[in-house]
Structures are given as structure tokens and as C-alpha cells.
């Protein structure tokens, strides 16, 4: 029997990812290892029940007893806190779903690597701070990584059977998020609940708020960069309002394939979880007679400044991704407490990686994870400094 986890379990990707496994004969087809929430101790019980999954693991340390109780009787071991996370992630299994949000995903996934597993890789932002450490530590143990975001998994796909050197350039797709049509005035008032609201996808709240600021195109912008070694300026970001596109590999012989489907995770999460197969999966079958018409155009640079501080950090390299998906994380906090305004998470981030530029650092290539974490410290710090000071927040 195949054994899996799943990291972030009780968030949006991890419950598709669950929903997909039950589908698939739950605990009768696999063995789960390892599943873990960060406070939905309820949810991550009845999963855990579900899969009969060895054990449970809820991030905030203060949820311990209410998580055994949840799981009394039941012979599922449970436990708490950071260090359980990074235990759980060194328990052998093949195939791994990383799905916790934000930098806290980078060292479970990377962790799960040195035992040789398949990572199904959602969480974007170890790519972004860490990719080529990423990639090295997957070569040395014989482990796999294979994208989940759904631009990244419609890549990797139009990509089987092809090798990059005969790749002109790669289009990801972005469906503009809450506000592409707001008038550009208005962006400076946008609230926290409009901004979580999706056209397209269902999603976690803070992915939501990224995407309407473009905040995700500009971290899956990296991502492509790290994932398929491919040059910033052959890569570009079309915004698709329709979201039924969701990339487009252009070969140097003039063919272009494109990647589509409804847009709906659990493709591209089947798609990991299957592949080298494709299996039955519970998603829409693509109707274009009722779409009618497909469009897309260029991003506007004023309305989405995140996708040119994106061309920067690639630009800068080394641990600019690090300190850049830090500030943003920071920044989105800021927003959703509400101490700044929509608009100015992108001017805190600017702010953010011109005061690190002073900084050797930035540039130099991390030897190991350490160097990212500290840089993702220091940009917070920044980032916190910037906003207290610049912005009153
Ligand atoms: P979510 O907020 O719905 O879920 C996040 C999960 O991580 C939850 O289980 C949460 O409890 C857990 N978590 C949060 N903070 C944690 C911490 N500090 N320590 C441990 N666990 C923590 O997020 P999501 O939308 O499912 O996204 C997960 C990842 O997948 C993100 O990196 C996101 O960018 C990526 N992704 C999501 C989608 C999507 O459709 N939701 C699409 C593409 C990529
Ligand atoms: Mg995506």
C-alpha cells in the first residue's frame, strides 16, 4: 500500500486533497502516515479518522489535550506543535502532499524529501525562498517534486515527452482576481472581505487576497523560474478572466500547447497523486461551447506593481525570493489586521527589498536552509519596521 501524508490537511488544498484520497477507497487503497492542521482540531480528528492515519498533528502547541480527546479510542497517536510537524515530516512515506501556507511549509516539505518521497508541492513559497536547495536535496535522495499550483501542473504536463531546450517561452495565465475591473482609484479603499472574495477559484483566504493583488502571479512567476530553469524574460503572465487557460508552453518550432480544464485543484491534485497515470477525478468536463469566447490581455503594470517587483527579485536572485515572499507574507498580515491598506502591501515590499539591497546578503546563493530562514527573520523585521514607521500601522 502506497503510504502518504499530508502537511496542512485542514486548509483548502489538503481537504480536496483528502476528499480525493476517500474517493479513491480512503484507508482500503492507502496507508496514511502523517496529517496536520494548524487549529482546526475537529476537522483534522475526523480526517484523521477517515484515512486512520498513524498520526495527528496540530500546530498550536495550546490544542494538545483538545486533540487527544478528539482522538481518544481510536489508536491514532497525537501531538502538537512545530517540532511534531518537523518529526512527523522525517516519518518515511512515498508520497507527500506539502499544503501548509506561506514559509512554514518549506522545511516539513524539505524534510520529506531526504526520506525519497514524491512531493506533491502546493506550497509555492518553498520554491520561491529556497528552490535550488529544494531541487538539490530531492537529486540527492532520489525524490521527486511535482507541482500542484494548477499554472505549474499544466506546465509540467505540456511538457511531457519534451525536452526545455526546444521551449521558446512560457505564458501562465492569472485570472486578475477581486478587482481587475475596479477602477484603479478605488484599489486604496478595498476591503479585507472584498479582497478575499474569488471570481473563479475557491481558495484559502490568504492565496484569495494575494491573487487580487497579484501578489500569487508574482510568486508563481518565481516558481516557474525555479521549477523549470527557464529564463525570467521568457516567461510571461496573460490575464485570462475565464480561467480555463491555465498555461501555455510555446516550442521553438512555432507549436504552442496549452493546458486547460475547469478550475477546479482537485486536477491538479490528481494529477500528482496519479501520475505517471490518469485516473477518473471528480472534476467538470470543459465545456467551451458554453464559454463562448476566451480572452486575454496584457497586466497592467500600474494595477498589479507585484509582478514587477517579481521581475526584480529574479533579476537580484540568490535570497531575494526569501526576503521577497517574507516582506509579502508580513505585509499581508499587516493588511488583514488592518493596519495598511491594500495598496500598500506592494509598497511595503518595495520598500522592504530596497532597504535589504544594502545588503550582501541578498544576493548570494543559499548554501542551506539557515541562511533562508535568516533572511526570511530579517525581512520580516524590515517589513514590520516599515510598515510602524512609513505607513503608522
Ligand atoms: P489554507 O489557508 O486553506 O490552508 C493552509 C493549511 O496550512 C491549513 O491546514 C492550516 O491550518 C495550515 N497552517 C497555516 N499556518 C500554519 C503554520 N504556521 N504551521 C503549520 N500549519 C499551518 O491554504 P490553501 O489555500 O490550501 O493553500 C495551501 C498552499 O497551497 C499555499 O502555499 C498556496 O499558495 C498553495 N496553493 C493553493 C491553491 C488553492 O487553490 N487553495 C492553489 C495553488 C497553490
Ligand atoms: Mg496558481
Avoid at 540527492?140 to 504536463?157: C, K, M, T, W, Y
Wanted: aromatic share 6%; with cysteine; hydrophobic share 50%.
Amino acid at each position: 500500500m502506497r503510504r502518504i501524508s499530508i502537511f496542512g490537511s485542514t486548509g483548502s488544498i489538503g481537504q480536496s486533497t483528502v476528499d480525493l484520497l476517500l474517493r479513491e477507497g480512503g484507508p482500503e487503497t492507502f496507508r496514511t502516515v502523517a496529517l496536520t492542521g494548524g487549529r482546526n482540531v475537529a476537522l483534522l480528528a475526523s480526517q484523521a479518522r477517515a484515512l486512520r492515519a498513524e498520526i495527528a498533528v496540530i500546530a498550536d502547541d495550546s490544542l494538545l489535550g483538545a486533540l487527544k480527546e478528539a482522538l481518544a479510542g481510536t489508536g491514532i497517536a497525537a501531538a502538537a506543535g512545530r517540532n511534531a510537524i518537523l518529526e512527523a515530516a522525517q516519518r518515511p512515506c512515498d508520497w507527500t502532499m506539502s499544503a501548509i501556507v506561506g514559509a512554514a511549509g518549506l522545511v516539513p516539505g524539505f524534510l520529506a524529501l531526504s526520506h525519497g518521497t514524491t512531493l506533491a508541492l502546493a506550497n509555492k513559497e518553498s520554491l520561491v525562498t529556497a528552490g535550488p536547495l529544494l531541487l538539490a536535496e530531492a537529486r540527492a535522495h532520489g525524490a521527486r517534486i511535482l507541482p500542484v499550483d494548477s499554472e505549474h501542473s499544466a506546465i509540467f504536463q505540456a511538457l511531457q515527452g519534451e525536452e526545455m531546450e526546444a521551449v521558446q517561452s512560457i505564458t501562465i495565465t492569472a485570472s486578475g482576481g477581486a478587482f481587475r475591473d475596479w477602477p484603479i482609484e478605488k484599489l486604496a479603499q478595498a476591503t479585507v472581505e472584498q479582497a478575499s472574495t474569488h471570481p473563479n477559484w475557491a481558495m484559502g483566504q490568504r492565496i484569495t487576497i494575494d491573487s487580487a493583488s497579484m501578489f500569487n502571479k508574482a510568486l508563481e512567476l518565481i516558481e516557474t523560474h525555479e521549477f523549470f530553469g527557464i529564463d525570467p524574460d521568457r516567461i510571461e503572465v496573460l490575464v485570462h478572466p475565464e480561467s480555463l487557460v491555465h498555461a501555455l508552453v510555446a516550442f521553438r518550432d512555432g507549436g504552442v500547447i496549452a493546458h486547460m480544464g475547469a478550475p477546479d485543484m482537485r486536477h491538479a491534485i490528481g494529477y500528482a497523486l496519479n501520475w505517471p497515470e490518469r485516473r477518473d477525478l471528480p472534476v467538470a468536463p470543459l465545456d467551451l461551447a458554453r464559454a463562448g469566447s476566451l480572452t486575454f490581455r496584457v497586466p497592467d503594470p500600474q494595477r498589479y506593481p507585484a509582478l514587477g517587483l517579481a521581475r526584480d527579485v529574479m533579476r537580484i536572485g540568490g535570497l531575494a525570493g526569501a526576503a521577497f515572499n517574507a516582506a509579502k507574507e508580513a505585509a499581508l498580515d499587516a493588511f488583514i489586521e488592518g493596519r495598511i491598506r491594500f495598496t500598500q502591501m506592494a509598497e511595503v515590499v518595495d520598500d522592504v527589498l530596497n532597504r535589504l539591497s544594502r545588503d550582501p546578503a541578498l544576493g548570494k546563493v543559499p548554501a542551506d536552509l539557515d541562511m533562508v530562514l535568516q533572511m526570511d527573520a530579517e525581512a520580516r523585521k524590515v517589513a514590520d519596521d516599515v510598515i510602524a514607521r512609513q505607513f503608522g500601522g
